[in-house]
Antibody, heavy 118, light 110 residues
Framework: QVQLVESGGGVVQPGRSLRLSCAAS????????MHWVRQAPGKGLEWVAL????????YYADSVKGRFTISRDNSKNTLYLQMNSLRPEDTAVYYC???????????WGQGILVTVSS | QTVVTQEPSLSVSPGGTVTITCGLS?????????PSWYQQTPGQAPRTLIY???VRSSGVPGRFSASILGSRAALTITRAQADDEAHYYC??????????FGGGTMLTVL
């Protein structure tokens, strides 16, 4: 069965960096695009970024463009989100999600909390 | 900035039918937005329910269906049950690799 397991979250000071990972299993990872979606405490879902199946084409929400970088290592079945210049408003649970033909987020990880605070 | 709107809250009686809608502030929702719907209970990750045009994810009962009603996407739940009580989110594909979620609808079953 499809499994997506995020790691790398924690507490970080404003302006610092953090890298999230998402380990994928149970499907042909190299065939599908992958997303990051976040949810601030008590708020709704916000799409963050997508990377194509081969890692060559990234897309970003305006709120993170220029600060966050999505990438993947297909030899390790792992997705990454490098987050630089973090702001308090980046505090959220970050989910990785599998893409299906760019029309649905069809599987989700359990999420990882990132807290940006001094 | 694109805004996707949903009813903030709705209620339904057990066994009843409820429709949650998803709209755009400045345009009509169409099939080219590939609307999809997600259910989330407190402390849990979102669960994928249904995606365009009306494809249910594995394990999702036939009581859930999706459609376009007028200018809005819609999720209809029939024969509502207590465990349908949750937040429901739609998301629309805005082109050029961008997606926008609605603000979510809190559904109460009472």
């Amino acid at each position: 069965q499809v499994q997506l397991v995020e790691s790398g979250g924690g507490v970080v000071q404003p302006g610092r960096s953090l890298r999230l990972s998402c380990a994928a299993s149970g499907f042909s990872y190299t065939t599908y695009g992958m997303h990051w979606v976040r949810q601030a405490p008590g708020k709704g879902l916000e799409w963050v970024a997508l990377i194509s199946y081969d890692g060559t084409v990234p897309y970003y929400a305006d709120s993170v463009k220029g600060r966050f970088t999505i990438s993947r290592d297909n030899s390790k079945n792992t997705l990454y989100l490098q987050m630089n210049s973090l702001r308090p408003e980046d505090t959220a649970v970050y989910y990785c999600a599998k893409d299906l033909e760019m029309i649905v987020f069809d599987y989700w990880g359990q999420g990882i909390l990132v807290t940006v605070s001094s | 900035q694109t805004v996707v709107t949903q009813e903030p809250s709705l209620s339904v009686s057990p066994g009843g039918t409820v429709t949650i809608t998803c709209g755009l502030s400045s345009a009509s929702v169409s099939t080219t937005h590939y609307p999809s719907w997600y259910q989330q209970t407190p402390g849990q990750a979102p669960r994928t329910l249904i995606y365009s045009p009306n494809v249910r994810s594995s394990g999702v009962p036939g009581r859930f269906s999706a459609s376009i009603l007028g200018s809005r996407a819609a999720l209809t739940i029939t024969r509502a049950q207590a465990d349908d009580e949750a937040h429901y989110y739609c998301v629309l594909y805005m082109g050029s690799g961008g997606w926008v979620f609605g603000g979510g609808t809190m559904l109460t079953v009472l």
